[in-house]
């Protein structure tokens, strides 16, 4: 069945350390895949979209990475702080047409 | 301010009784999508439009409406609620193949 996973529900990372949150997917063949970051009780906020062609894409202290050989994006946070605290969730469009799939989410925690 | 709006807010109601829940963008996108989200399941493509009088299923389009008779307004009716349908739910417009822009959430509950 086609699937998109992300790696653990929930992680805790000491502040000033990297987090890495990652995203497999199974049976799509995406276009491009995105990640959001979503505060309780809020709508999702676009943070990085990441192509098929691109390998690494950068913005301050985030870095995404896609490799569409082994199905997978990693989503880095840098010299992580308290403030990054939120849930993590990656999209990909599936199958290059119109509908768009969420994984379920990594609850972030950087415990200061 | 480009932005997603979504009515109403919070929305308490009876099963059977038909509720529509307005999304409106600002921005002329022509892709607009719903979304419910729940514990455990994460936010799940209920339908989605390319354009005016073009929507199609997502993953969990039963017991839900769309319609799309202009660009900027996106509405979500549903028939005939039951309790299974309790949810927060979440409207987005976008380019197609761009980040999507969110609203702020509407959460339904029906008894």
């Known amino acids: 069945s086609q699937k998109i996973e992300q790696n653990s529900e929930a992680l805790n990372i000491q502040e000033g350390k990297t987090a890495t949150l990652t995203c497999n997917y199974t049976n799509y063949s995406p276009a491009y895949l995105q990640w959001y970051r979503q505060d309780p009780g809020r709508g999702p906020v676009f943070l990085l979209l990441?192509?098929?062609?691109?390998k690494e894409k950068r913005k301050e202290r985030l870095k995404v990475t896609f490799d569409t050989t082994l199905k997978q994006s990693l989503f880095h946070i840098t010299a992580s702080q308290p403030a990054d605290s939120a849930t993590y969730l990656c999209a990909l469009d599936e199958n290059r047409d119109d509908k768009i799939i969420f994984g379920k989410g990594t609850r972030l925690h950087i415990l200061p | 301010e480009a932005q997603v709006t979504q009515n109403p807010r919070y929305l308490i109601t009876v099963t059977g009784k038909k509720l529509t829940v307005t999304c409106s963008q600002n921005m002329n996108h022509e892709y607009m999508s719903w979304y419910r989200q729940d514990p455990g399941l994460g936010l799940r493509q209920i339908y989605y439009s390319m354009n005016v009088e073009v929507t199609d299923k997502g993953d969990v389009p039963e017991g839900y409406k769309v319609s799309r008779k202009e660009k900027r307004n996106f509405p979500l009716i549903l028939e005939s609620p039951s309790p299974n349908q309790t949810s927060l739910y979440f409207c987005?417009?976008?380019?197609?193949?761009?980040?999507?822009?969110f609203g702020d959430g509407t959460r339904l509950s029906i008894l």
């Open positions: 987005a417009s976008s380019v197609f193949g761009q980040p999507q822009h």
């Open positions: 990441i192509r098929e062609n691109e």
